[in-house]
């Protein structure tokens, strides 16, 4: 009696294995309901099963099959098409890390890889005649609706993303037929208010939670994103619309992240409500969602401002700068909950993304570099890249990172708008944000040289006079320079766009009262580029390059002295560059001959040197021979060339002269300023 149930177990397996051959060998013939019930079946198959079914699915997506113009002898093969993807799908379910993969899985994955010139041309296929059709076929027995349509043709794409590796041919971003397909799909899902838009019987990625098709759009792209294949990009800017409009895709995509998060936190849902887990990281599902998505959103503002400069600055002009910012400190808060090591690598990859966007805008070429600074300054930047990294595990080169883009950030504070907004947030978060850079030597370092300069900036700034806005508020003629105007009612000067006046008739009499002059050092006093930062930073430039010299005269004087004996041809005609953000003497004064500097001139005089000469001995601002150069850090230098300015002091000292003003000096600080009362 004890050997009868293992008798009747043994015959029950032999039934099944003659049920499930009978059926593939019915499948493999052409019969469309036996395929449909393998794809059933083999959902609670282990993947060594599955292995057996490969043949079958791949075997019926023949791109010899696909019909130009579906008509009623196509429908066999179309639906045999549709239940094999269906059942590739079953299969690709099993494969969730493609790094971590049995040999089964592996064989799996490699399958569809080696079959992927069948798979793709009939994604093409059902995406074309049965989703993006405005007139889809309608015919006895093809029971394809618009949503199967897409269903299939998202997972595909999806699973591909996931295996496809895109050094072979076999991957999306080699697949360029595709390219328009999955730029539509992605504005879609960005667009789409479908809260349940995925649910197919795989449920792949669990499709089920609200923005699941962005997600999985977010990955399809992110697979067709390489700096070295720009072609998807233009496709991508192409379908979405042009410049503008793909910049505009990418702010909702992010604010949608945002909006999710504020739904699910701020309107009282706990972080840590695990209703709807993961079930290998053990996190609520909408959480790896939001860190996923937020991490691939990164990651294409990163490619695509490398690839189109154009793109790079309708982002900024959009105020992505800005969100992402906000969003990345929004999203700090839920790595706290954090439990799986493999999910906090997740995390860390999405944050370092987002930084590394924001420090390619910091040392890349862009068009208003201190437009971007100000609005990452405004956006809470110093006290979120402090927080970021002590929220994610390991995070070494974040750490890096951070200290790096605090580096940068001390850069700008020479200009005037910069510091201003600088010094707010550090009033604001200095004390929690001392905490938080303990943490890490390198990142402390440069966050205490950065609170140095901005003290040491504020504090000489605070003793420029309100009235210094001479340029900006006032006509510059010196008879009608008591009346203050709207900026918008002076114009500017053309050569040096520093001066300003009322009428034409001012700026005749200014030219011939001096600033004939003037205008030239005016001009090389704000560099090449005119930048209206730096024209309204100039005195705050002259301070600051005073008070440099007067703090460190005697290590100039001995400098100069081995400048001259490197350099006898030109005992007095070196010059001083100054470096303001420099950490130490050494770095921040070097002596050079003359010659290296005559590109700061390109419209002066033809000696020009002897005159700026002249003018700083008569003026008495410095023991120098020559007036002294200010190195400026304003963004990507194209040219090996770095951004100079001729002295700031000595210029302003000159255009108040020329005019027959008291250019005053503080004895202590040799700074130059006008006041009202010198009139």
Same mark, same amino acid.
């Given at each position: 009696?004890?050997?009868?149930?293992?008798?009747?177990?043994?015959?029950?397996?032999?039934?099944?294995?003659?049920?499930?051959?009978?059926?593939?060998?019915?499948?493999?013939?052409?019969?469309?309901?036996?395929?449909?019930?393998?794809? =059933?079946?083999?959902?609670?198959?282990?993947?060594?099963?599955?292995?057996?079914?490969?043949?079958?699915?791949?075997?019926?997506?023949?791109?010899?099959?696909?019909?130009?113009?579906?008509?009623?002898?196509?429908?066999?093969?179309?639906?045999?098409?549709?239940?094999?993807?269906?059942?590739?799908?079953?299969?690709?379910?099993?494969?969730?890390?493609?790094?971590?993969?049995?040999?089964?899985?592996?064989?799996?994955?490699?399958?569809?890889?080696?079959? *992927?010139?069948?798979?793709?041309?009939?994604? =093409?296929?059902? #995406?074309?005649?049965?989703?993006?059709?405005?007139?889809?076929?309608?015919?006895?027995?093809?029971?394809?609706?618009?949503?199967?349509?897409?269903? +299939?043709?998202? =997972?595909?794409?999806?699973?591909?993303?996931?295996?496809?590796?895109?050094?072979?041919?076999?991957?999306?971003?080699?697949?360029?037929?595709?390219?328009?397909?999955?730029?539509?799909? *992605?504005?879609?899902?960005?667009?789409?208010?479908?809260?349940?838009?995925?649910?197919?019987?795989?449920?792949?990625?669990?499709?089920?939670?609200?923005?699941? &098709?962005?997600?999985?759009?977010? #990955?399809?792209?992110?697979?067709?994103?390489?700096?070295?294949?720009?072609? &998807?990009?233009?496709?991508?800017?192409?379908?979405?619309?042009?410049?503008?409009?793909?910049?505009?895709?990418?702010?909702?995509?992010?604010?949608?992240?945002?909006?999710?998060?504020?739904?699910?936190?701020?309107?009282?849902?706990?972080?840590?409500?695990?209703?709807?887990? /993961?079930?290998? &990281?053990?996190?609520?599902? *909408?959480?790896?969602?939001?860190?996923?998505?937020?991490?691939?959103?990164?990651?294409?503002?990163?490619?695509?401002?490398?690839?189109?400069?154009?793109?790079?600055?309708?982002?900024?002009?959009?105020?992505?700068?800005?969100?992402?910012?906000?969003?990345?400190?929004?999203?700090?808060?839920?790595?706290?909950?954090?439990?799986?090591?493999?999910?906090?690598?997740?995390?860390?990859?999405? &944050?370092?993304?987002?930084?590394?966007?924001?420090?390619?805008?910091?040392?890349?070429?862009?068009?208003?570099?201190?437009?971007?600074?100000?609005?990452?300054?405004?956006?809470?930047?110093?006290?979120?890249?402090?927080?970021?990294?002590?929220?994610?595990?390991?995070?070494?080169?974040?750490?890096?990172?951070?200290?790096?883009?605090?580096?940068?950030?001390?850069?700008?504070?020479?200009?005037?708008?910069?510091?201003?907004?600088?010094?707010?947030?550090?009033?604001?978060?200095?004390?929690?944000?001392?905490?938080?850079?303990?943490?890490?030597?390198?990142?402390?370092?440069?966050?205490?040289?950065?609170?140095?300069?901005?003290?040491?900036?504020?504090?000489?700034?605070?003793?420029?006079?309100?009235?210094?806005?001479?340029?900006?508020?006032?006509?510059?003629?010196?008879?009608?320079?008591?009346?203050?105007?709207?900026?918008?009612?002076?114009?500017?000067?053309?050569?040096?766009?520093?001066?300003?006046?009322?009428?034409?008739?001012?700026?005749?009499?200014?030219?011939?009262?001096?600033?004939?002059?003037?205008?030239?050092?005016?001009?090389?006093?704000?560099?090449?580029?005119?930048?209206?930062?730096?024209?309204?930073?100039?005195?705050?430039?002259?301070?600051?390059?005073?008070?440099?010299?007067?703090?460190?005269?005697?290590?100039?004087?001995? +400098?100069?002295?081995?400048?001259?004996?490197?350099?006898?041809?030109?005992? /007095?005609?070196?010059?001083?560059?100054? /470096?303001?953000?420099?950490?130490?003497?050494?770095?921040?004064?070097?002596?050079?001959?003359?010659?290296?500097?005559?590109?700061?001139?390109?419209?002066?005089?033809?000696?020009?040197?002897?005159?700026?000469?002249?003018?700083?001995?008569?003026?008495?601002?410095?023991?120098?021979?020559?007036?002294?150069?200010?190195?400026?850090?304003?963004?990507?230098?194209?040219?090996?060339?770095?951004?100079?300015?001729?002295?700031?002091?000595?210029?302003?000292?000159?255009?108040?002269?020329?005019?027959?003003?008291?250019?005053?000096?503080?004895?202590?600080?040799?700074?130059?300023?006008?006041?009202?009362?010198?009139?």
């Amino acid at each position: 009696m004890s050997s009868a149930p293992p008798q009747r177990q043994s015959e029950d397996g032999h039934t099944f294995a003659r049920v499930i051959q009978f059926m593939i060998n019915k499948a493999a013939s052409g019969s469309i309901k036996e395929l449909d019930g393998l794809c =059933n079946i083999a959902q609670h198959w282990k993947p060594e099963q599955l292995l057996m079914l490969l043949p079958v699915f791949y075997h019926h997506l023949d791109p010899a099959r696909i019909p130009d113009v579906v008509t009623s002898r196509d429908v066999r093969s179309i639906m045999l098409a549709r239940y094999s993807l269906k059942g590739v799908l079953v299969t690709l379910n099993r494969v969730n890390h493609p790094r971590e993969l049995t040999q089964a899985l592996q064989t799996i994955a490699d399958n569809l890889i080696s079959n *992927w010139h069948r798979c793709h041309l009939w994604v =093409n296929f059902f #995406y074309r005649h049965f989703f993006a059709s405005s007139n889809p076929a309608r015919l006895p027995g093809l029971l394809i609706t618009r949503s199967e349509a897409l269903k +299939l043709v998202v =997972n595909m794409l999806m699973r591909m993303s996931l295996i496809g590796d895109p050094q072979t041919p076999q991957s999306l971003i080699n697949t360029p037929s595709l390219h328009p397909i999955i730029s539509q799909l *992605w504005c879609m899902a960005v667009n789409s208010k479908d809260n349940d838009f995925l649910t197919e019987a795989d449920k792949v990625m669990g499709s089920k939670e609200q923005g699941a &098709f962005q997600e999985h759009m977010s #990955y399809v792209v992110q697979a067709c994103l390489d700096v070295d294949h720009p072609s &998807f990009t233009s496709t991508l800017i192409h379908v979405a619309g042009g410049i503008r409009a793909m910049a505009s895709i990418a702010f909702k995509y992010i604010r949608n992240i945002r909006c999710l998060y504020r739904k699910k936190v701020v309107s009282g849902q706990s972080i840590d409500d695990t209703t709807s887990c /993961d079930s290998v &990281f053990g996190v609520p599902r *909408w959480q790896i969602m939001l860190i996923n998505c937020f991490g691939n959103c990164a990651n294409l503002l990163f490619v695509t401002s490398q690839q189109n400069c154009a793109l790079r600055e309708a982002y900024i002009d959009r105020n992505l700068v800005a969100i992402i910012i906000y969003t990345l400190r929004d999203l700090c808060q839920l790595s706290l909950t954090l439990k799986h090591d493999d999910f906090a690598k997740h995390v860390k990859k999405a &944050f370092e993304d987002a930084l590394g966007y924001i420090a390619l805008l910091m040392g890349g070429p862009v068009d208003d570099l201190v437009a971007v600074i100000c609005q990452a300054l405004r956006a809470r930047f110093l006290s979120t890249i402090l927080q970021a990294h002590t929220c994610i595990p390991g995070a070494d080169a974040a750490e890096c990172l951070n200290a790096l883009l605090i580096t940068a950030l001390r850069s700008y504070l020479t200009f005037d708008k910069v510091l201003r907004i600088a010094g707010s947030e550090l009033d604001a978060d200095e004390k929690s944000l001392d905490a938080i850079a303990q943490r890490d030597t390198d990142l402390l370092q440069a966050w205490n040289l950065f609170k140095k300069d901005v003290r040491r900036f504020l504090d000489l700034r605070s003793q420029i006079p309100a009235a210094s806005i001479f340029f900006d508020r006032q006509c510059a003629a010196v008879h009608n320079s008591d009346e203050w105007h709207p900026q918008w009612d002076l114009f500017q000067c053309a050569r040096c766009t520093v001066a300003r006046y009322c009428s034409r008739q001012c700026q005749n009499i200014d030219w011939d009262q001096g600033h004939r002059m003037a205008c030239k050092y005016l001009k090389a006093a704000i560099g090449p580029n005119a930048s209206r930062y730096i024209r309204r930073s100039l005195f705050l430039l002259a301070k600051i390059e005073d008070a440099e010299i007067q703090s460190h005269q005697e290590f100039i004087s001995q +400098l100069l002295v081995t400048a001259q004996a490197e350099h006898p041809e030109f005992q /007095d005609r070196l010059v001083l560059e100054i /470096d303001p953000v420099a950490e130490g003497p050494t770095d921040k004064f070097k002596f050079k001959p003359v010659s290296n500097y005559l590109h700061i001139f390109p419209e002066a005089s033809e000696r020009p040197w002897q005159v700026a000469s002249k003018w700083n001995q008569s003026t008495g601002l410095h023991s120098l021979c020559l007036p002294p150069v200010l190195r400026i850090h304003e963004g990507y230098e194209i040219t090996n060339q770095p951004n100079l300015l001729f002295s700031p002091s000595t210029a302003l000292r000159m255009a108040l002269k020329e005019h027959g003003l008291d250019a005053r000096v503080n004895d202590s600080a040799s700074s130059v300023y006008y006041t009202g009362s010198s009139l």
